[in-house]
């Protein structure tokens, strides 16, 4: 081949190169067959429809509702990340298992330069320059049904990655909820353990003054002043709890551990029943649940495959179209002028396979086996949590009312017991006592107030239905 025709080919593969990786080939027609579903536009949902606001940047100097929490959390989720990829990766396959429907083409063209030498006869010595042209088409016309298994098993698996994507948000959700609710109890804590550490002082101070008078004893002073101590030590407890509490909080909205975060209090949701029984929460599940809608279609996708691998060992049809101009691949150029047409259909008989073919239909079946006893796990996991869930909620709601009730008395009693210390009628055990009182009446409230927010969340997003109106 002369220097000048190598050159030529070389600059001509160097400038396809280049144009395919600037223009990028692949993305002119972005999703020709129509396989990426309408949530990689819009965005993903909850199952109340709502949306998930992505801010470019949040302003941690204000506090932070459970809303803006749950937005931060959810877009900063490495798992929600993964699932939404898993998404896109399985719509490109919905795409290659339609693309099996249409014929493929391709062409080649070949520039070359054929020499031939006779040593004794060089007289006889001849060069020919040219090119070699080929062009192919194939469509494959019939099969056992084997693209159409393919391209069911692909569809279910899209709908098992958009299911997990659901499942994941979800499982986040529940996660970064419990972390807001821990750390507003850690805080609502640290209030009460303040209010206590106030009384133990108050308590010390009168006690000094009736022991200047000489009507109390130094005893009455030193318990006082162990009270003090104990809640001192209380209140510098619940500090590191709320820490760790808020740092915990920080990991799983996805932001610096140098982050400061103000919580936004809520209203107390103090509605008295689950509007649903057990029954009905269980059947919601088995329903709406987008994990147990994940596994389904696995299961429904692993027995496509069976077919897949048995029509795999059965006979096809295609069409085939070929042209050659001036000889055929890799071959050389041939001495003169041709034009070469080939039509005609190809049939094809797999014959025997080694009895390959029958262990992987045996495997087909095996991995069908396993994707229906993940889904009852999946499902048995999930509607064991329903029943978990349900009895926290119920039993949570009639706790709200009793640990009200035991507040109000422990307010009154310690109001009583103050007052009959400051006029004689009550030693300073006796104040102490009803202080420590309030302190775990006030503590009871805070717990069951938590309990019953994590209860009724845990249980909607057990039920798979957690949304933002179910966060109000």
Request: charged fraction near 20%; aromatic fraction near 6%.
């Amino acid at each position: 081949m002369s220097a000048k025709l190598l050159s030529l080919f070389f600059l001509l593969g160097a400038s396809i190169a280049q144009a395919s990786s600037g223009i990028g080939l692949p993305d002119l027609i972005k999703d020709p067959l129509g396989s990426e579903p309408p949530v990689l536009l819009t965005g993903p949902v909850l199952p109340d429809q709502a949306g998930i606001i992505c801010p470019s940047s949040a302003d941690l100097n204000l506090p932070l509702s459970l809303n803006e929490v749950v937005d931060l959390g959810l877009c900063n989720n490495p798992q929600i990340k993964q699932a939404w990829a898993a998404i896109k990766i399985q719509a490109g396959a919905v795409g290659e298992s339609r693309a099996a429907y249409l014929p493929t083409a391709n062409a080649s063209l070949s520039p070359q330069q054929t020499q031939v030498n006779y040593p004794q006869y060089s007289f006889a010595n001849s060069i020919t320059n040219g090119q070699i042209a080929f062009a192919n088409l194939n469509w494959r016309l019939f099969d056992f049904g084997g693209r159409d298994a393919n391209r069911i098993s692909a569809n279910l698996l899209l709908q098992a990655a958009l299911a997990s994507h659901d499942a994941s948000i979800q499982k986040a959700m529940a996660s970064i909820i419990g972390n807001y609710f821990e750390a507003l109890t850690a805080q609502a804590t640290i209030k009460s353990k303040a209010q206590s550490e106030q009384f133990a002082q108050q308590a010390l101070e009168a006690t000094l003054r009736r022991e200047d008078k000489g009507v109390s004893a130094k005893s009455d002073t030193l318990q006082a002043q162990t009270a003090l101590a104990k809640a001192q030590l209380a209140s510098n407890r619940a500090q590191g709890d709320y820490h760790k509490a808020l740092a915990t909080l920080v990991f799983a909205m996805g932001l610096t551990t140098r982050s400061k975060l103000i919580l936004q209090d809520p209203q107390v949701q103090t509605q008295k029943q689950a509007h649903k029984d057990l029954d009905e929460w269980l059947e919601a599940a088995q329903k709406e649940h987008p994990a147990i809608k994940a596994a389904k279609a696995k299961w429904d996708s692993s027995q496509e495959k069976i077919t897949t691998a048995r029509s795999e060992g059965l006979p096809t049809i295609d069409f085939a179209g070929n042209f050659y101009k001036n000889g055929y691949p890799n071959q050389g150029l041939q001495p003169t002028k041709s034009n070469t047409t080939t039509i005609g259909f190809v049939i094809t008989f797999p014959l025997f396979e080694g009895f390959s073919r029958t262990y992987k239909i045996r495997g087909a079946q095996a991995q069908a086996e396993q994707a229906q006893a993940q889904m009852e796990e999946v499902e048995h996991q999930i509607l064991t949590e329903i029943v978990k869930s349900y009895a926290d909620a119920m039993s949570s709601v009639g706790n709200l009312d009793a640990s009200g009730k035991l507040l109000e008395a422990a307010n009154s009693a310690v109001q009583s017991s103050v007052k009959r210390y400051h006029v004689g009628a009550a030693d300073i055990l006796e104040l102490l006592t009803t202080q420590t009182a309030l302190a775990e009446a006030q503590q009871e409230k805070i717990r069951c107030i938590s309990e019953w927010r994590s209860a009724r969340l845990r249980l909607l997003a057990s039920a798979g239905l957690l949304g933002k109106a179910g966060m109000q």
